[in-house]
């Protein structure tokens, strides 16, 4: 039941993060240097969740952020969610980046990767898509204002975490 419940929780905060993040980014006019909350929070779900309830949280949170994006195919931050949420469950594997600065150094190349899956699946799936030099444009400004969020979101994903689940430990960071 409280894996459920953490499920909705962090459903939950992926969309407040989105629709708190969207009118701000368009009153400052800044639309285009946005970071993505909801990729932390799948960076964050990959390291603590199993692989299943992972994929399905990747694949909800991608479907919230297609729904905040205008101009993009349905499905394309599902697709992209999930491979990076898969890869990053790969990496918790092998590497403990449940720290400040790993989960920095995560974030930061999810974000590069997240920017390369766009430009993939809009060159294949999108035939109106010409704008394939603002991706590269703008994704190394996009990764560097990312990789702050994913231990902020991480913290804040965690410290709820905390209050649904009581531990002995003293959080997500080490």
């Known amino acids: 039941m409280k894996g459920a419940l953490r499920f909705v929780l962090y459903l939950l905060l992926g969309y407040l993060l989105l629709s708190?993040?969207?009118?701000m980014l368009t009153s400052f006019h800044i639309r285009m240097y946005a970071p993505d909350p909801t990729l932390a929070l799948v960076i964050f779900a990959a390291v603590s969740f199993e692989l299943a309830?992972?994929?399905?949280?990747?694949?909800?949170?991608?479907?919230?952020?297609d729904g905040f994006?205008?101009?993009?195919?349905?499905?394309?931050?599902?697709?992209?969610y999930v491979l990076v949420m898969l890869a990053c469950h790969a990496l918790s594997r092998r590497l403990d980046y449940r720290n400040v600065v790993l989960m920095t150094l995560v974030a930061l190349c999810a974000s590069l990767a997240s920017s390369m899956l766009f430009f993939v699946f809009s060159a294949?799936?999108?035939?109106?898509?010409?704008?394939?030099?603002?991706?590269?444009r703008?994704?190394?400004p996009q990764a560097l204002i990312t990789a702050p969020m994913g231990p902020i979101v991480a913290g804040l994903a965690g410290w709820l975490?905390?209050?649904l689940i009581p531990r002995d430990s003293d959080g997500l960071f080490r």
């Open 20 to 23: 708190l993040e969207s009118p």
């Open 161 to 163: 975490d905390g209050r």
């Open 53 to 65: 309830p992972a994929v399905a949280l990747a694949a909800c949170l991608g479907l919230l952020k």
């Open 138 to 140: 703008l994704a190394i």
């Open 124 to 136: 294949i799936f999108d035939r109106d898509f010409e704008q394939f030099d603002l991706i590269f």
């Open 69 to 80: 994006s205008s101009g993009v195919p349905l499905g394309m931050y599902v697709e992209i």
